[in-house]
Every structure is written in structure tokens, then in C-alpha cells.
């Protein structure tokens, strides 16, 4: 009888393991393919647009949709946002949320964003700076939360507050010196900030 309960629990643990293996590998797996999809989906757009290809944004924004989507193979739901377009500068800056189920019925989800910014002169290419905003105190891919580029001398933008369970939003405060954002501010250089929560 002992055996048999043995057996049993140990059968549901291997079950277990089973299921984490292949959920952390699908989860990789869909994020990796993200990653892929919207990198060469940008190259290919940027390389039309040197071209001359696209005469507004909108045509550029939907050139990029249309090769992104037509690598997507998985059986999941995907979101896109266009989170800054110039085909003028060439600059297209994208997110991509994919959910998917995990073998265990629970739902998973990857995230990418990635910015194009077509090759210029050396003066321009620096005119381009990077704004980042982290949920947490660690500048880390997971915890992004929002990322735009602006043009150096253009003013900082404020992105919607974020929300977390239990916590109250406080503000953003500069990475490199602790200082609350001052979005009165124009970028200068490529900055990061980082979210202040209170418990509640």
C-alpha cells in the first residue's frame, strides 16, 4: 500500500516538472520568436523606407504590421502598438505583447519593444534620445514599463501612471540621480526613470 502511494505522489510530481519544463520553454520559446519577428520586421520596413517607399507614417506603420504578422506562426493573440512612427527620420518604435495559454490552462505573456532608427550622420544619430520608465529600482527588461525617443531638445513626455496591486503610484524619479522627474525638461541625452510606490 505504501508502494502504491509512493508511486502515485511520485507520478503527480514528475507530472509536475513536466509541466513547469514545458511551460518555462513555451514561454521562452514565444518570446524568442517575438523578439525575431519585430526585429526583422523593422529591418525590412527600414530597408523599403531607404527607398523611398513610404510617403506617411501610416503607410510605414503598416508596412511594419504586415511583415511582423506574416512571421507570427504560433497560435496566440498579439498586440501591437506603435509607440512613436517619423518616416522622415526613420524612426519606428514598437511594442508587442503576445498571450498565449500554457499546457497547465493558465495564461502566459511575452512582451518586446524595440526601436529602428535608420543610418545617418554621425551628428544626427546622437540628435536621437531614448526615454525609459521601470516599474521597479532595477533597470531591467522585465521591468519596463514605457519607452519613447525624442529628438534631443524636445520635451519630455509623462507617460500614464502605472498601477500595482496594493501599491499607490507616487512618481518618477530620475535613475542616474534619485531626483524626482521633472517633466518641464527637454532630453538632452537618453534617460531612465523609475516608479515610487506606497504600500497601501
Given amino acids: ?76 493573440n498579439v498586440t501591437v502598438t506603435i509607440l512613436e512612427s517619423d518616416y522622415e527620420k526613420g524612426l519606428l518604435s514598437v511594442e508587442a505583447v503576445e498571450t498565449y495559454t500554457h499546457p497547465n490552462g493558465k495564461t502566459g505573456k511575452v512582451a518586446c519593444q ?20 521601470y516599474t521597479e529600482n532595477s533597470i531591467k527588461e522585465e521591468n519596463l514599463y514605457k519607452s519613447y525617443t525624442l529628438t534631443k531638445g524636445e520635451a519630455l513626455k509623462e507617460p500614464k501612471a502605472p498601477s500595482g496591486e496594493g501599491l499607490t503610484f507616487l512618481g518618477w524619479v530620475n535613475a542616474e540621480t534619485d531626483e524626482p522627474a521633472d517633466f518641464t525638461n527637454t532630453a538632452e541625452e537618453s534617460m531612465n526613470f523609475y516608479a515610487v510606490w506606497k504600500e497601501e
Fill in 1 to 76: 500500500m505504501k508502494n502504491l502511494a509512493f508511486g502515485v505522489i511520485s507520478f503527480f510530481i514528475c507530472i509536475s516538472l513536466i509541466t513547469c519544463i514545458i511551460t518555462i520553454q513555451g514561454k521562452d520559446t514565444r518570446k524568442q520568436e517575438t523578439q525575431e519577428a519585430v526585429s526583422n520586421a523593422l529591418k525590412a520596413a527600414g530597408e523599403e523606407l531607404k527607398k523611398d517607399t513610404y510617403t506617411s507614417n501610416e503607410e510605414f506603420e503598416a508596412a511594419f504590421m504586415e511583415l511582423f504578422l506574416a512571421q507570427i506562426n504560433s497560435a496566440s
Fill in 114 to 133: 524595440k526601436t529602428i532608427i535608420l543610418e545617418r550622420s554621425k551628428d544626427e544619430i546622437t540628435d536621437i534620445c531614448t526615454v525609459r520608465f
